[in-house]
């Protein structure tokens, strides 16, 4: 018997054991299979290690996806993170090309995939609240959001989980400008909802040159005067 041969959901069940490269370059070989492929049910699970696999066409993205997990760990998170107006040139260069990667994706989660059930951003340095917030506004059974080193995230997106009436649980651990006074906001208004923020309102927010120039000068100040 040809592999073409076996009814839907048995080939459903055999591609559910092959990675996403597998999927696509089998699904290359026969209409049959192209179809069992773009299925909606088969995606049910995504998880990323780079950003670059996310311009990859290996999956689809539907009402049947229940996980996500985009998690990048290199050596370029670190550039990410540095706050925009202290980045060189270069740093420039090589966040360009990357930015906006995130966030075009996401955006496309809220229109495709209200089924969502958890979602997992670690090193996603460029994701920004207004990126977040309409993911808890489109997929309203979300129980699990955890974020690990974004430092874009700030508790405006601690807001928008709060407002979210399905979360369960919430994770914001080394994200650098989320502040105490967000998530007692959060426990105050969602006991119920399992908080961990790891080092995040320990660490020193961003603070763009302007902020800075009163304190400069109070220092300068007290220097003087002393």
Known sequence: MHLAQLNHECLLHLFSFLDKDSRKCLSLTCRRL????????????LC??????????????????????????????????????????FQRDICRSHESLVSTFLSHVCCTCPNLLSLTLSGCGHVTDQDLVPVLQSCRKLRLLHLENCSRVTDGSLEGAARHVSLQR????????????????????????????VRSAEMIPDRKPEALAPIRSALQKVLLFS
């Not at 192209?34 to 699970?45: G, I, N």
């Not at 950003?51 to 999956?59: E, P």
């Not at 919430?170 to 208004?189: H, I, K, P, Y």
């Open 34 to 45: 192209r179809q069992v492929f773009l299925d909606p049910k088969l995606w049910t699970l």
């Open 170 to 197: 919430v994770t914001v651990d080394f994200c650098r400008n989320v502040t105490r006074a967000g998530l007692q906001a959060v426990r105050e208004r969602r006991p119920e909802i399992q908080l961990s923020a």
């Open 48 to 89: 990323f290690s780079s950003l670059r696999q996310l311009r990859r066409d290996n999956f689809v993205l539907g009402p049947s996806l229940r996980c996500l997990n985009i998690s990048w760990h290199s050596s370029r998170v670190q550039v990410c993170n540095i706050e925009d107006w202290l980045k060189s040139s």
